[in-house]
């Protein structure tokens, strides 16, 4: 059982920055996929940015260029680094983590991640 537990969360004005961390105490070198999801009020869950055990990224059209995604190696860890925020970046944020084959393409989908685990989530607030 992996416990996975989100931090950096809190209220920010349009336009300012926020770095969200997820760590679990386990170590791993099998490969990961590790996503953001995040959940605006009254709507459905929705991917954010994932990245594989090699660092390898993707990213919802809505936040690429504003959002970076990271890992530590070794270390189920991830980092989302989040500039340049809008009011509609409003959310509960929550981490996930998930073990793949080499086969599978890490991205945030939420198919991928229904046999992972997930943190309590991160509340992020963003005011006009």
């Known amino acids: 059982q992996v416990q996975l537990v989100e931090s950096g969360g809190g209220s920010v004005q349009a336009g300012g920055s926020l770095r969200l961390s997820c760590a679990a105490s386990e170590y791993t070198y099998s490969r990961i996929c590790m996503a953001w999801f995040r959940q605006p009020p009254g709507l459905e869950r929705e991917g954010v940015a994932a990245i594989d055990s090699a660092r390898t990224t993707s990213y919802a059209d809505s936040v690429k260029g504003r959002f970076t995604i990271s890992k530590d190696n070794g270390k189920i860890t991830s980092y989302l680094q989040m500039n340049s925020l809008k009011p509609e970046d409003t959310a509960m944020y929550y981490c996930?983590?998930?073990?793949?084959?080499?086969?599978?393409?890490?991205?945030?989908?939420?198919?991928?991640?229904?046999?992972?685990?997930w943190g309590q989530g991160t509340q992020v607030t963003v005011s006009s």
């Open positions: 996930a983590v998930v073990y793949i084959s080499d086969s599978i393409y890490c991205s945030p989908r939420l198919t991928l991640f229904r046999s992972g685990y």
